[in-house]
C-alpha cells in the first residue's frame, strides 16, 4: 500500500504562513499524504471560528484531509463548501429518529464470501480494493469499512477477488473502488491491473472510482497515466461536489489521465448547504465539461450514521435537476439517483416531463408534453398504437 514516509521530516503545517507558502507540487503525493492533519486542533492556526467537537465524534469517524484541501477552505467562513464537507460536526452525533446504518446499501449482503466484490447487477461487480483515502468525507457511504482497522482489504481477499472475476464469464465491468485505489503504489496498483487483464480477458469495461484525483492532483503522474493505459483502463471517475474544488492544477492532471486515452467521468453528492443550489450546480457541471469530464451522476446522501444533516429532500433534487435540463448543455446534465437502502441499487430522480393520460370522452389516451420553460403540447400520436397488421401467408 502506502510507502512508508518519515513524518518527522514531512511535518504538518500549523500555521497559516506555513500553509500558505506549502506548494503540493513541490514534493510526492506520498510526502504530501504524511501531512494530512487528523484532528481538527491540528488546524487551529490555519483556520479561525473552528467548531471544537466532541471526542466521541472521533469514535465513529476519524478525520483526515490533505493540505490541497485545507488550502481551498475559506479562512474564516465556517459555512465554507470545501470546510462543510470535512471538517467534523455536532451535527454527526445521533439524531432521534433517523433510521441509519453502516451499510444502508447492503453491500455486504451482495459481497461474495472471502471476497471483496460486491456484485449486486448481473454483468458488473464492484471490486473494494482498498479502505484508505486521502481526505474523509464526513458523508462517507462506506464508514463501516474506511478509516476502520476492521475494514482492510487483505491482500489474500484481493487475490480471492480476482480468482472470482476470473473465473465467472459474464462478468463485463469490473469498478475498482475503497476506498481509494489510487492511495496504492503504482507497483500495487500495477499487479492489481495486470492480473484482471491477464486472468479475466473477458472483462471488457475496466474502470476506477476515485476522489484523491481531487483532494491530491499530485497523485496524477506520467507514471501512473503510463501503467492505467498499459492495462486499458476505460474510465475514471472522479467526485467533485463544488466548483472550489476545480483548481487549476487538478486541470493541468485531469489532461494527463485524458492523454492516456482514458474517459473520465463525474460523480456529484447532493449536500445541503454544500451544492443545494441550482446556481452552484449549473457552473460545477459546466466547469467539469469544460475540461472534459463528463458529468455522469448526482447521488442523494445515503442515510449513513452522521450524514442526516447533508441529506437534501426529494422535492429539491427534482427542483435541483429541473434547474439543469434545458439550462445549460445537454452533455453537462448528469442523472440524479437514489442508492437504495438494503441493496434495491441505484434508482433515477427524474421528474415527470411527458406523460400518457386518458382522454376525456374516454376514446383512449393522449400524451401530453412539457419542457425546460414550463410549455406544453399534447401530441395524441403518442399514445396510439400504429402497428401494421400482420400478413398472412
Known amino acids: 500500500m502506502l510507502q512508508q514516509v518519515d513524518s518527522n521530516l514531512h511535518k504538518k503545517l500549523l500555521t497559516r504562513e506555513e500553509l500558505d507558502a506549502y506548494d503540493p507540487e513541490s514534493e510526492s503525493w506520498q510526502k504530501q499524504f504524511a501531512r494530512r492533519y487528523t484532528h481538527h486542533s491540528e488546524l487551529t492556526g490555519v483556520l479561525n471560528n473552528l467548531e471544537n467537537v466532541n471526542e466521541t465524534v472521533y469514535n465513529k469517524f476519524a478525520i483526515a484531509i490533505s493540505p490541497t484541501m485545507v488550502k481551498l477552505m475559506d479562512r474564516d467562513d465556517p459555512n465554507c463548501p470545501i470546510r462543510l464537507q470535512y471538517l467534523p460536526s455536532h451535527h ?23 471476497t471483496s466484490v460486491v456484485h449486486r447487477y448481473p454483468r458488473r461487480v464492484l471490486f473494494l480494493v482498498s479502505n484508505t483515502c486521502s481526505t ?20 489474500d481477499q484481493i487475490e480471492a477477488s480476482i480468482d472470482y472475476i476470473a ?39 475496466l474502470r476506477i472510482g ?26 475514471i471517475n472522479i467526485h467533485i ?17 485524458q492523454k492516456a486515452g482514458i474517459m473520465m467521468g463525474l460523480q456529484t453528492v447532493c449536500l445541503k448547504g454544500v451544492n443545494d443550489s441550482v446556481e452552484v450546480m449549473r457552473e460545477l457541471f ?19 450514521e452522521g450524514a442526516h444533516h447533508f441529506i437534501v429532500p426529494h422535492r429539491r433534487m427534482l427542483e435541483l435537476y429541473e434547474g439543469l435540463r434545458g439550462w445549460i ?30 382522454r376525456p370522452d374516454g376514446s383512449g389516451t393522449t400524451v401530453k408534453c412539457r419542457n425546460y420553460k414550463g410549455m406544453t ?13 400482420t400478413q398472412s401467408n
Open 92 to 114: 454527526e452525533e445521533s439524531k432521534p429518529g433517523f433510521a441509519t446504518s453502516l451499510d444502508q446499501l447492503g453491500e455486504e449482503g451482495d459481497t461474495i464470501a472471502g
Open 136 to 155: 474523509l468525507c464526513r458523508f462517507c457511504t462506506r464508514k463501516r469499512m474506511v478509516s476502520q482497522p476492521a475494514g482492510t482489504v487483505a491482500k
Open 167 to 205: 473465473g465467472n464469464q459474464d462478468i463485463e465491468d469490473v469498478l475498482l473502488s475503497g476506498g481509494d485505489p489510487l492511495t496504492f503504489t503504482d507497483e500495487r496498483l500495477d499487479h492489481i491491473l495486470g492480473e484482471l487483464r491477464r486472468r479475466a480477458p473477458h472483462v471488457r469495461f
Open 210 to 235: 476515485s476522489r484523491m484525483v481531487v483532494q491530491m492532483p499530485t497523485r496524477v503522474t506520467p507514471e501512473l497515466c503510463a501503467m492505467l493505459e498499459k492495462h486499458r483502463v476505460q474510465m
Open 241 to 257: 461536489d463544488h466548483p472550489k474544488e476545480i483548481t487549476p492544477l487538478l486541470r493541468e492532471r485531469v489532461k494527463l489521465i
Open 286 to 304: 459546466m466547469q467539469s465539461i469544460e475540461m472534459g469530464v463528463r458529468p455522469y451522476y448526482v447521488y442523494s446522501t445515503d442515510m449513513v
Open 329 to 358: 448543455s445537454g452533455p453537462a446534465v448528469p442523472t440524479f439517483i437514489v442508492d437504495g437502502m438494503g441493496g434495491l441499487g441505484k434508482l433515477p430522480i427524474i421528474p415527470s416531463y411527458v406523460r400518457e393520460e386518458a
Open 377 to 389: 403540447v399534447e401530441m395524441p400520436g403518442l399514445g396510439q398504437d400504429f402497428s401494421l397488421p
